[in-house]
């Protein structure tokens, strides 16, 4: 379980790191650059704890879609990105793809 709660945490972190470099103006802006990198090794290195548990196909999916969606609903709360109907359900089919892989993982590992 602690894997997964880091997973998930890691996958926060990777939605900053991707919306520091963003902002970083190619690595020209300070603080932003030094977000990025702050972030991206407390994302890569909390991926790398929670694949000593977590199957890496699964684990990766699973961190990626996370940063992937925090980064967009952080654009959208944020006005940096548009919001729509369309792009919030398929953040939420992102968000139930995410629950489906963690529970499939839960049950393969009871049966095996």
């Known amino acids: 379980m602690l894997a997964w709660i880091i ?4 996958g926060l972190f990777e939605a900053v790191w991707a919306t520091a470099l963003g902002k970083s103006n190619g690595f020209t802006k300070l603080w932003p650059t030094v977000t ?3 972030a991206c090794v407390i994302s890569m290195g909390g991926l790398a704890y929670a694949l000593r548990e977590i199957p890496t196909g699964t684990g990766y999916a699973v ?3 996370i940063g992937a969606s925090a980064t967009v609903i952080y654009a959208m709360a944020t006005g940096d990105e548009a919001v729509s109907v369309l792009k919030i359900l398929l953040l939420l089919g992102i968000v139930a793809c995410v ?9 393969e590992a009871v049966s095996a």
């Open 7 to 10: 997973l998930v945490l890691s």
């Open 63 to 65: 961190w990626v879609a």
């Open 99 to 107: 629950i489906g892989l963690k529970l499939v993982g839960d049950a």
């Open 36 to 38: 990025f990198f702050v």
